[in-house]
């Protein structure tokens, strides 16, 4: 069965630079996964599509400081010079015979 | 630009039927699948199932394949997402969201503004 496993929490200091974390199980190494940003009391928003080679596709307007990467089964997003309006939910999600989401990482920027 | 907006909260009553709607802008609609996704207070997002806006074919999540239907008026732009035997648990805020594939499952690269759905008696 397809899962997505991520931390449930990260943080990193104001200007640092984070990564976070998404693990395809056994077997689903060579799938894309999409990540999302949900600031509090928002709707998602894409931010980059991060295929098994590590290529990546961002989503309009997504700033440079976000980027996404691959090992393995795991797929990495890396935001740097963090910034205030970065403390938010990051989810990844992928596709099978339907959508699979992670549990979200909460990142806290201090 | 690509604008997905949806209908406004609601407040049900356990066993009554809830039908939320989303309205698409600045792409052909019939090119990208909807899906819909919930999200319960604090919790994660779930996937409830998705339509070919050109075709009309749909997938539902198995969890909600006996009480959900998504639905499309491709001359209203327009995707409908209709939950029946609500309860408590459903309480939740719910999201359209763009596919980038016309008919097929991928990722999503643009989300509604989501529509709380309360049920309590």
């Known amino acids: 069965q397809l899962v997505l496993t991520q931390s449930p929490s990260a943080s990193a200091s104001l200007g640092a630079s984070v990564k976070l974390t998404c693990t395809l199980t056994s077997g689903h190494s060579g799938y894309a996964i999409a990540w999302h940003q949900q600031q509090p009391e928002k709707c998602p928003r894409y931010l980059v599509k991060?295929?098994?080679?590590?290529?990546?596709n961002k989503g309009d307007g997504i700033p440079d400081r976000f980027s996404g990467s691959s090992s393995g089964a795991e797929r990495y997003l890396a935001i740097s010079s963090l910034q205030s309006e970065d403390e938010a939910d990051y989810y990844c999600q992928t596709w099978d015979t339907g959508i699979v989401f992670g549990g979200g990482t909460k990142l806290t920027v201090l | 630009q690509v604008q997905l907006v949806q209908s406004g909260a609601e407040v049900k009553k356990p066993g009554a039927s809830v039908k939320v709607s989303c309205k698409t802008s600045g792409y052909t609609f019939t090119n990208n699948a909807i899906h819909w996704v919930r999200q319960a207070p604090g919790q994660r997002l779930e996937w409830m199932g998705w339509?070919?806006?050109?075709?009309?074919?749909?997938k539902y999540s198995q969890r909600f394949q006996d009480r959900v239907t998504i639905t499309r008026d491709t001359s209203a732009r327009s995707a409908y997402m209709e939950l029946r035997s609500l309860r408590s648990e459903d309480t939740a805020v719910y999201y359209c969201?763009?596919?980038?594939?016309?008919?097929?499952?991928?990722?999503?690269?643009?989300w509604g503004q989501g529509t709380l759905v309360t049920v309590s008696s």
């Open positions: 969201a763009r596919d980038v594939a016309p008919a097929g499952l991928s990722h999503f690269d643009y």
């Open positions: 339509i070919n806006a050109g075709r009309g074919n749909t």
């Open positions: 991060v295929n098994s080679d590590g290529t990546h």
